[in-house]
């Protein structure tokens, strides 16, 4: 069985290839979005997802690792549904669910690695991880409020369509 610290450097790997991915789709889902604000919110977290990289850097620096990246497939996963969205024009709030399925699974992971610094006595560690953690809670929170004004959008918009 694996150690703790094990794990941790596993998922740590993870997350780095899973962010790094992020920075490639999330141009395009900037792209593909109809409404301003959502175009604008996935161009924001484009640059702390950039800025989450350097903080993984951190990360591994205060653990006394060199930085290492693992090809994350559920990351590879969830970007190509997004993809498939973007082809079918399935539109904002579809790109809305596939986005916060992607900040969910951030969240489960940086919640994860956090408390396994803690647990680890790495107190440096775990104060970076839980900036990312908290960053991708707000990008869900975000993501939840422009999905309300973008879905009632959407439905008045199909309402006048049938009338
Ligand atoms: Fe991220
Ligand atoms: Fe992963
Ligand atoms: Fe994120």
Request: charged share 35%; aromatic share 6%; with cysteine.
């Amino acid at each position: 069985m694996n150690t703790l610290r094990e794990a941790f450097l596993n998922e740590l790997a993870d997350v780095y290839d899973a962010e790094k991915q992020l920075t490639k789709a999330l141009p395009k889902m900037a792209k593909a979005s109809e409404d301003h604000s959502l175009r604008s919110g996935f161009q924001t977290h484009l640059k702390e997802t950039e800025n989450q990289i350097k903080r993984l850097d951190q990360v591994f620096n205060a653990i006394g690792e060199k930085t290492k990246s693992k090809r994350c497939k559920a990351m590879r996963g969830l970007i190509e549904v997004s993809e498939e969205l973007i082809d079918e024009k399935a539109g904002d709030a579809a790109l809305i669910c596939a986005a916060q399925k992607v900040e969910h699974y951030e969240i489960a992971a940086y919640g994860s690695l956090r408390s396994w610094a803690s647990i680890l006595d790495e107190p440096q560690a775990a104060r970076l991880l839980a900036q990312t953690f908290y960053e991708e809670k707000d990008t869900d929170q975000k993501l939840n409020d422009i999905a309300e004004i973008v879905i009632s959008l959407e439905e008045s918009e199909e309402g006048h369509a049938e009338h």
